[in-house]
């Protein structure tokens, strides 16, 4: 069965560390990548996605991500977390030709001062 | 920058009453999605919507569940007779011109079923 799956549901990071969060997909073929944000109260927003071609992206917000299709891994970097990033983070998956986004559990970011 | 917005913003309703959730997607978007999000799990797919019927639907969205775009703005999410287990986040999403375009989230609507 397509999964995402994220392995880690809280991380804790200073402010000014730098900071990657973990996602595994199990596909039968690549899937089209994503990952979302979502602060308290709010809605999704897209960080950043991955259809093919270069396999490091770059989103907003200073993220970025690597495809590692070795890996099966789609892994969210920033170099320098900031207070106002703490908020939950969802990696998400598509096929190609489908359209049921799945979702991992979701990655809650603390940041302490 | 043109965004989905979803109301109400929180629906309070009792066991058995039918609720509707209205959503408004991108203007130029074909595609036209609703996700739940139970707390404190993941954010699940309920159904996709393109051309006026629904093309994708989850063993979630049952006889219960409906989907409709009464005009050429709105997409709503009717459930019929409400349970408790429906309290939930729903997100409204729309896409452009093909199936696999990114989706584009509303900020949510959050049901609770006393």
């Known amino acids: 069965a397509q999964s995402v799956t994220q392995p880690d549901i809280h991380i804790t990071v200073s402010e000014g560390a730098s900071l990657e969060l973990r996602c595994n997909y199990s596909y039968g073929a690549t899937p089209y990548l994503f990952w979302y944000v979502q602060s308290p109260g709010q809605g999704l927003q897209l960080l950043l996605k991955?259809?093919?071609?270069?396999?490091l992206v770059q989103g907003i917000k200073g993220f970025e991500a690597e495809f590692k299709r070795s890996q099966s891994s789609f892994n969210l970097r920033k170099p320098s977390v900031h207070w106002s990033d703490a908020a939950e983070y969802f990696c998400?998956?598509?096929?190609?030709?489908?359209?049921?986004?799945?979702f991992g559990i979701g990655t809650k970011l603390q940041v302490i001062p | 920058e043109p965004e989905v917005t979803q109301t109400p913003s929180h629906q309070v309703t009792q066991m058995g009453q039918e609720v509707i959730l209205r959503c408004v997607p991108i203007?130029?978007?074909?595609?036209f999605y609703w996700y739940r999000q139970i707390l404190g799990q993941k954010v699940e797919f309920l159904v996709s919507?393109?051309?006026?019927?629904?093309?994708?639907k989850s063993e979630i969205f049952d006889d219960q569940f409906s989907v409709e775009r009464p005009d050429g703005s709105n997409f709503t999410l009717k459930i019929r007779s409400t349970k408790l287990e429906d309290s939930a986040m729903y997100f409204c999403?729309?896409?452009?011109?093909?199936?696999?375009?990114?989706?584009?989230f509303g900020p949510g609507t959050r049901l609770t079923v006393l």
């Open positions: 203007s130029n978007h074909l595609y």
């Open positions: 998400a998956a598509v096929s190609g030709g489908y359209q049921k986004v799945t």
């Open positions: 991955y259809f093919s071609g270069d396999t």
């Open positions: 919507f393109y051309n006026n019927e629904i093309s994708e």
């Open positions: 999403a729309s896409s452009g011109g093909v199936p696999t375009d990114t989706q584009y």
